[in-house]
């Protein structure tokens, strides 16, 4: 075991205050255990707790990240869920096992890792084992680390709270992480699947994911198209990532009973929408927090039995740090990896 390793740090917020380290591994206490990490996944709540914050209480020096993938390599004392050499992936939410989130209606729950729990962005890790699930056999440890937050916030929209089956309609907003895993959760569970983005290329690679409908939000009113492609039914589940104003179309778009899954704020933190269709048509809107460990669990199960394999639009070292940020901003097909392994 090596003594030293290499950690990015920060020691205020700021993209220029983030600098790699070279620190001593860290030791497992008791409960605890010693990874080693493989791989990390971006996610773009990652760039935003650099730049800005995002009012968390960030305790420095401050290490980003929240999604890894890798390898118990030592055990702190009394430690029985997880074995040494075995390939795990991190919660999101530690502490959060099941059940609706931890907090109140004052403080609602946002302690995640990468914020108010040290992040990952680091060759080795020493976390409580409540905090890690086994990763999936059938994925690479690159795969894997997509799961904790992208993977599971579609999930847990549109399994654990929308109960999705067969045959439903499923409208998905963009070609990003969480997208791109609702596109795929959504078909292995035999729905129809409709996306929307404003990049004709992005499309081409959707449909290669089995995409029944694509619309080019560029191209006109991409509500009417929905509505034209369903038969004036409208869609079953939506995957709502814009915010903003845009909650209203998807109303608009949304079937009689059906679910609107409010997770990504790209065109802000105040949604609109229009209260009649809302109460006429009797739908149901979720606010999506990624979700818990059981549901991660469930999820690995998912893609074990059902070949469900993360797109990865690129890799980056570890000293790349900057560079894959600067992809993150530019937009993504599916996720953007940190791999510490040899590539």
């Given at each position: 075991?090596?003594?030293?390793?290499?950690?990015?740090?920060?020691?205020?917020?700021?993209?220029?205050?983030?600098?790699?380290?070279?620190?001593?591994?860290?030791?497992?206490?008791?409960?605890?255990?010693?990874?080693?990490?493989?791989?990390?996944?971006?996610?773009?709540?990652?760039?935003?707790?650099?730049?800005?914050?995002?009012?968390?209480?960030?305790?420095?020096?401050?290490?980003?990240?929240?999604?890894?993938?890798?390898?118990?390599?030592?055990?702190?004392?009394?430690?029985?869920?997880?074995?040494?050499?075995?390939?795990?992936?991190?919660?999101?939410?530690?502490?959060w096992i099941e059940g609706a989130p931890l907090g109140d209606a004052r403080t609602p729950p946002y302690r995640t890792l990468g914020g108010a729990y040290p992040g990952v962005l680091a060759e080795y890790v020493a976390?409580?084992?409540?905090?890690?699930?086994?990763?999936?056999?059938?994925?690479?440890?690159?795969?894997?680390?997509?799961?904790?937050?992208?993977?599971?916030?579609?999930?847990?929209?549109?399994?654990?709270?929308?109960?999705?089956?067969?045959?439903?309609?499923?409208?998905?907003?963009?070609?990003?992480?969480?997208?791109?895993?609702?596109?795929?959760?959504?078909?292995?569970?035999?729905?129809?699947?409709?996306?929307?983005?404003?990049?004709?290329?992005?499309?081409?690679?959707?449909?290669?994911?089995?995409?029944?409908?694509?619309?080019?939000?560029?191209?006109?009113?991409?509500?009417?198209?929905?509505?034209?492609?369903t038969g004036d039914h409208g869609v079953d589940h939506i995957v709502e990532l814009i915010g903003g104003l845009h909650l209203g179309k998807a109303v608009q778009a949304a079937a009689i009973g059906g679910k609107i899954?409010?997770?990504?704020?790209?065109?802000?933190?105040?949604?609109?929408?229009?209260?009649?269709?809302?109460?006429?048509?009797?739908?149901?809107?979720?606010?999506?927090?990624?979700?818990?460990?059981?549901?991660?669990?469930?999820?690995?199960?998912?893609?074990?039995?059902t070949g469900i394999k993360p797109v990865i639009d690129a890799y980056y070292p570890l000293g790349d740090l900057p560079k894959a940020l600067d992809h993150l901003e530019r937009g993504a097909f599916g996720k953007i990896?940190?791999?510490?392994?040899?590539?």
């Amino acid at each position: 075991m090596p003594q030293m390793m290499k950690r990015w740090e920060m020691n205020e917020i700021g993209r220029n205050a983030l600098k790699l380290h070279e620190v001593q591994v860290p030791e497992p206490g008791p409960g605890e255990v010693l990874v080693k990490v493989a791989a990390v996944a971006l996610n773009y709540r990652d760039k935003l707790v650099i730049e800005a914050g995002m009012g968390l209480p960030l305790e420095f020096p401050f290490t980003p990240g929240s999604d890894l993938a890798g390898t118990v390599v030592a055990l702190g004392k009394n430690v029985s869920r997880v074995r040494e050499g075995e390939r795990v992936i991190a919660t999101f939410a530690p502490g959060w096992i099941e059940g609706a989130p931890l907090g109140d209606a004052r403080t609602p729950p946002y302690r995640t890792l990468g914020g108010a729990y040290p992040g990952v962005l680091a060759e080795y890790v020493a976390f409580p084992e409540d905090w890690l699930v086994k990763a999936p056999a059938t994925l690479s440890d690159a795969e894997a680390s997509t799961l904790p937050c992208a993977g599971l916030t579609a999930w847990t929209g549109l399994i654990e709270k929308g109960g999705l089956h067969a045959g439903e309609t499923v409208l998905v907003e963009g070609t990003g992480g969480v997208a791109l895993f609702a596109l795929q959760i959504a078909k292995a569970h035999g729905a129809r699947v409709i996306v929307v983005s404003g990049s004709a290329e992005k499309l081409k690679k959707a449909a290669a994911l089995g995409v029944d409908h694509g619309i080019d939000r560029s191209a006109g009113d991409w509500v009417e198209a929905v509505l034209r492609i369903t038969g004036d039914h409208g869609v079953d589940h939506i995957v709502e990532l814009i915010g903003g104003l845009h909650l209203g179309k998807a109303v608009q778009a949304a079937a009689i009973g059906g679910k609107i899954y409010q997770i990504g704020v790209l065109e802000g933190f105040d949604v609109a929408a229009p209260v009649g269709p809302l109460m006429l048509k009797n739908i149901t809107i979720h606010g999506i927090s990624v979700g818990h460990r059981k549901g991660l669990e469930n999820l690995v199960a998912a893609v074990d039995s059902t070949g469900i394999k993360p797109v990865i639009d690129a890799y980056y070292p570890l000293g790349d740090l900057p560079k894959a940020l600067d992809h993150l901003e530019r937009g993504a097909f599916g996720k953007i990896v940190v791999d510490l392994e040899s590539r």
